[in-house]
């Protein structure tokens, strides 16, 4: 039998390990982590192998020639492109005549191939993915399968709202031949996204096995020390080089040559690579040191891994970290907990590298430095880039200028060299300051930039939907935190970055891989002009002009010092209506203030409201994509009640067709469409899943419960100051106040709670609740949706914190509220069973 191993991979999450080795030759207790993969497939007796390779090929052909220093014969295949996990395997065709067995050069498993293959031959399967059960499964594609272990359904790398089970797919598959009829030749093509779904819905035999034992994906550099800790303590063994020595309560393996003075300060496990020196003094536990290090007196090294040719100097403290090769760290120096440093870095004496930093090849670190983020060019790097579209952190402080010009040409980087996007901002002036740096960035990739300047985002939004541009971008201060800025990225049809798009500019801003355009050829900044009366005659055209006119309401608006107090204040008077506007003047140092909070800004419209007999008050949020609505009373709208009272107006002026709003929302909307015969659209929580359901031609009005709505009348985007108008336009047209239609829309109780989970524990918790509804109706859209009758609760992990939102909606407020609380008595007992 013959096995496939997958060693193409860039290793872009875990960087900078990879910065110069392709991830399957990163060492693991001294040997390439492939090395461990061969020596497996050989133990079960597979010895003939092909090897998938792509990046950096020559590092893996040059360690392993042709197989045969380590019993097994290779075949290496390199495609010429980047054809996909299935693509690349067709590049290998004509050496796969006969069943043979797929994984991934980058794994570390004991798991019993034998057995996997059998299990595959009893059930007479075309395909078996081998599954095993993780506390995370987000980063992998989760199975679901029947009782005779038939598989039913995919998701692959899910979100937590997309988690029912902790079951995932490892890797590692037996294939038959047969599966080469379904994958096209010189096409990227996928596994787990095209060849599996396949299969599936051709009703082809295709099988999970859950396997027994130990596997990890090496994936990043968390994954990679959790492997070492694991090996540690025993929890999965391979094979170790250097010979053991006979010392009792020691686990110690010693290469050749190597100069260990005083053995007394190891403990635990310790393996020394060939010709290193350990000097006395030091107190070393349970880690592994590679080959030529030196390892000078009193230095502390606590579950450490450290690469070929290192040099630690006398008294440094080094703990749970990794350290690469040719890196000299000084004197006195202490790296903490999670700490990576790549290969040709110094570390000076005395210094002090915080926990989880990484640092990236050929970095100097001055004696005395204490380095709290990642270092990448010499600043300072945040972890995490993307939060769903947007990029985030405080102003000059995270997001210096020299990370945005960064930021934005690796944005730049993705998009078609010689095109256009649009960029604005709001009001303050560090965006100000951090978008004209973004801009130079983008223009040094070769991209134009249409500067709308200072612009409400909706208006960057409806400009993208005409034709011109391929992208945009938008600079804001962050609500919960004045010091916080956030950039959000936007795609050619106005819509929220989708996550395959944030993670090309990642993958590109990690890699440094920038396109420098040519000195004759960066882009060039043009500014829009007319943009605002564009967008206000698309406005005009959208709405009953007579009607409003004729209505004449009295509003009242508060408009947070955002840029809509420039554009909306004059359209609405233009629609005949009197506009009282707090606000309403632009603020560029209201960063320095201490903003009013939204409860009490609230209170104080609602005062005004109902003292001067307005119509209506409208609080719209300083993005301008929300707001918040008080009747003519001063009643301030939950967010369940304007999405009501929308629904109730849109579907009572007549108009037909869908209504989309999110998982979470009430079912009286249901209640309100059916004798109206409209439909309505469930869409997953987040901005992005609704605003591609605003999309379809049907959709009359896509809401949330938070106050964003979407009409497509006017753009199939959240536009605070249309939704106003629009609410305005509803209200004169049903000739009652807002009050008394209110009273019209159904009433159930709504309850909702938010419970803190590890995110370790999510997907356990989701497989817990899946598990706790198989006897009952469930959807499975965002969360898990549990139907009793007209009751319903929703489990929906959040995707950006760690917490698991409980929504209920029962006929009563008792009944609601015992629903919530049983499911939050369940969580809470899940969580502790799971610790």
């Known amino acids: 039998m013959k096995a496939v191993i997958m060693a193409g991979g860039f290793g872009t999450r875990i960087q900078p390990l990879t910065s110069r080795l392709p991830k399957p030759m990163i060492p693991l207790f001294n040997r390439p982590i492939m090395l461990h993969i061969v020596e497996l497939l050989k133990k079960h007796d597979i010895t003939d192998l092909v090897m998938l390779l792509y990046h950096q090929p020559e590092e893996i052909k040059k360690f392993f020639r042709d197989g045969s220093d380590f019993g097994v014969k290779i075949t290496y295949v390199i495609p010429l492109q980047d054809m996909g996990t299935a693509g690349a395997v067709k590049a290998a065709e004509k050496y796969l005549d006969e069943r043979f067995l797929v994984i991934s050069g980058d794994l570390l498993t004991d798991f019993n191939l034998k057995k996997v293959v059998n299990f595959h031959n009893d059930n007479n399967a075309m395909a078996t993915i081998t599954l095993t059960s993780v506390k995370d499964p987000l980063q992998f594609g989760v199975v679901i399968t029947d009782k005779e272990k038939r598989i039913t359904q995919f998701l692959e790398k899910p979100g937590w709202g997309e988690v029912i089970s902790d079951t995932i797919n490892t890797g590692i598959y ?351 900044i043009t500014d829009l002009m007319n943009v605002a009366d564009f967008y206000r005659e698309g406005f005009l055209r959208a709405l009953d002009k007579d009607l409003l006119k004729k209505a004449a309401w009295t509003v009242v608006v508060d408009f947070n010092y955002s840029a809509a107090s420039q554009n909306l204040p004059l359209i609405l008077n233009e629609l005949g209506c009197y506009v009282i506007a707090l606000n309403a003047y632009v603020d560029e140092g209201r960063g320095n203030k201490k903003e009013m909070d939204k409860q009490s800004a609230l209170e104080q419209l609602s005062k005004i409201v109902s003292s001067l007999g307005a119509q209506a008050g409208f609080w719209l949020d300083p993005t301008t994509e929300s707001i918040t609505l008080l009747d003519e009373t001063g009643h301030i709208l939950s967010g369940i009640e304007l999405l009501s009272l929308f629904t109730h107006l849109t579907l009572k002026s007549g108009q037909k067709g869908v209504i989309a709003v999110p998982v979470q929302a009430p079912s009286t909307i249901e209640q309100m469409a059916a004798p109206k015969r409209c439909q309505v659209t469930r869409t997953k929580s987040s901005d992005r899943a609704m605003l591609e359901a605003a999309i379809s031609n049907e959709v009359i009005l896509a809401g949330s419960t938070d106050g964003h709505f979407a009409l497509p009348v006017f753009q199939a985007s959240f536009d605070g100051m249309f939704a106003i108008a629009r609410l305005v336009e509803l209200g004169a047209a049903s000739g009652i106040p807002f009050s008394k239609s209110l009273a019209e829309v159904p009433v159930s109780a709504y309850q909702l709670t938010s419970v803190s989970c590890p995110w370790e524990m999510k997907g356990g918790i989701m497989r817990k609740m899946s598990e706790d509804s198989l006897d009952k109706e469930a959807t499975f859209i965002d969360g898990i949706k549990v139907h009793f009758g007209d009751d319903w609760v929703l489990m929906l992990p959040d995707q950006h914190s760690h917490y698991i939102h409980i929504v209920a909606e029962a006929k009563d407020l008792k009944s609601a509220q015992k629903l919530l609380n049983e499911y939050q008595k369940k969580l809470e007992g899940w969580k502790k069973e799971l610790e």
């Open 174 to 524: 037996v294939l038959e031949p047969e599966i080469f009829k379904y994958i096209p030749a010189n096409e990227n093509f996928d596994f787990s996204q095209d060849l599996f779904p396949t299969l599936l819905t051709n009703n082809d035999p295709l099988f999970g096995y859950p396997a027994k034992g130990y596997w990890r994906d090496i994936g990043n550099t968390d994954s990679y020390r959790e492997a070492h800790h694991d090996i540690f303590r025993g929890k999965v063994n391979l094979k170790i080089d250097e010979p053991k020595l006979d010392f009792v309560g020691k686990d110690l393996r010693i290469g050749v040559d190597v100069n260990l003075e005083d053995p007394s300060g190891l403990e635990g496990t310790v393996v020394v690579g060939d010709n290193s020196q350990i000097q006395r003094g030091v107190h070393i536990k349970d880690s592994v040191i590679g080959r030529n290090c030196t390892i000078e007196q009193g230095v502390k090294l606590n579950r450490c891994v450290i690469w070929d040719n290192a040099y630690v100097k006398k008294g440094a403290r080094i703990n749970d970290s990794v350290i690469c090769s040719n890196v000299r760290v000084g004197q006195g120096a202490t790296l903490e907990e999670g700490v990576i440093v790549a290969d040709e870095t110094s570390i000076g004496d005395e210094s002090v590298i915080k926990m989880d930093v990484k640092i990236w090849p050929r970095k100097v670190v001055e004696p005395g430095s204490i380095v709290t983020a990642n270092l990448i060019w010499g600043e300072k790097w945040r972890k995490l880039l993307f939060e769903g579209a947007i990029v985030r952190g405080l102003a000059n402080v995270e997001l210096t200028p020299e990370f945005v010009a960064k930021l934005g040409c690796a944005y730049g980087s993705t998009l078609p060299k010689g095109s256009f996007v649009l960029g604005g901002r709001d009001s303050n002036r560090a965006a100000r300051m951090l978008k004209r740096c973004f801009m130079g960035g983008i223009l040094s990739a070769g991209v134009n930039v249409r500067d709308l300047k200072m612009a409400p985002q909706p208006m960057v939004r409806y400009k993208l939907k005409t034709f011109g541009e391929v992208g945009g971008f938008h600079f804001r201060q962050a609500q919960d935190d004045p010091a916080t800025l956030e950039i959000v990225f936007l795609d050619g049809d106005g819509l929220d970055f989708s996550s395959g798009m944030a993670k090309n500019v990642e993958r590109i801003f990690y890699k440094e891989n920038f396109r420098r355009a040519h000195h004759t050829e960066p882009g060039g």
